[in-house]
């Protein structure tokens, strides 16, 4: 069974920094592209960043551009999202996701979802 | 930025009904479009990708169709199951953009 869970998740203060990781289970981890995505009641899903099989490449929504570094450890079957100068429109749930097929653009399964709140 | 745009936002249907939920691109997207579901406390789970393929598992009462600007969710006979919310993802331009989520609810 193919199985991601993300932890990480915290309340924070604007302005801080926090990591997430998500762990991979049940597939060759090392072919897959993967992606972070985040929701919130008010603005919905929002597609956050992918990273290629090999850590290679990587890719950011301009809200998250120069702030967020996503990253991989495929000997540790591991994601992560490091997260600096956090926003209090950061607060969201923030799942992992697998590329459904090598470095597909949408997105299954998804994790579990791991909350991040930014606030003073 | 492509803006998805659901309708409509909530959509009565009684169990064995058709549903038919749609989706909008503010710009061309080709066929490159896939459904989710999500339930409460749930993350989302892919029904269909490429406007019109079922993912593994889906079963065949979920079907899309659609190209260019326009897209169509069907269930055609709803389970119990089905009530969810369900979302539209491009993948055809940068950045992807999802669509704002149609409630599907027992009429």
């Known amino acids: 069974e193919v199985k991601l869970v993300e932890s990480g998740g915290a309340v924070v203060q604007p302005g801080g920094s926090l990591r997430l990781s998500c762990i991979a289970s049940?597939?060759?981890?090392?072919?897959?592209?993967m992606h972070w995505v985040r929701q919130t009641p008010g603005k919905g899903l929002e597609w956050v960043s992918l990273?290629?099989?090999?850590?290679?490449?990587?890719y950011y929504a301009d809200s998250v551009k120069g702030r967020f570094t996503i990253s991989r450890d495929n000997s540790k079957n591991s994601l992560y999202l490091q997260m600096s100068s956090l926003r209090t429109e950061d607060t969201a749930l923030y799942y992992c996701?697998?590329?459904?097929?090598?470095?597909?653009?949408?997105?299954?399964?998804w994790g579990q979802g791991t909350l991040v709140t930014v606030s003073s | 930025e492509v803006v998805m745009t659901q309708s409509p936002g909530t959509l009565s249907v009684s169990p064995g009904e058709r549903a038919t939920l749609s989706c909008r691109a503010s710009?061309?997207?080709?066929?490159?479009l896939a459904w989710y579901q999500q339930k409460p406390g749930q993350a989302p789970r892919l029904l269909i990708y490429?406007?019109?393929t079922r993912a593994t598992g889906i079963p065949a009462r979920f079907s899309g169709s659609g190209s260019g600007t326009e897209f169509t969710l069907t269930i055609s006979s709803l389970q119990s199951e089905d009530f969810a919310v369900y979302y539209c993802?491009?993948?055809?331009?940068?950045?992807?953009?999802f669509g704002q989520g149609t409630k599907l609810e027992i009429k």
């Open positions: 996701a697998k590329a459904y097929s090598y470095s597909t653009n949408w997105f299954d399964p």
């Open positions: 049940g597939f060759t981890f090392n072919d897959y592209s």
């Open positions: 990273i290629s099989w090999d850590g290679g490449s990587t």
């Open positions: 710009q061309s997207v080709s066929s490159n």
């Open positions: 490429g406007a019109s």
């Open positions: 993802q491009q993948y055809n331009n940068w950045p992807y953009t």
